[in-house]
């Protein structure tokens, strides 16, 4: 979003996906995503799914 000069607002506008869900992703405080939320965001940020997602250790 940054590179792009993007706000959340803008995401959701572009994807289609519910502000809220774009703000918890955002945030980093999702509990869970949707797989159609994920292609969406890859499509928007011409992106692979691995470049979305990182795992980290409890």
Known sequence: MGERKLKIVDVARET???RNTVTLLYKETAQRIDLEAIDKLCELFEC???EL???VAD
Do not use: A
Request: net charge negative; hydrophobic share 35%; no cysteine.
């Open 16 to 18: 289609g996906l519910n």
């Open 48 to 50: 692979e799914v691995g």
């Open 53 to 55: 997602l990182e795992k």
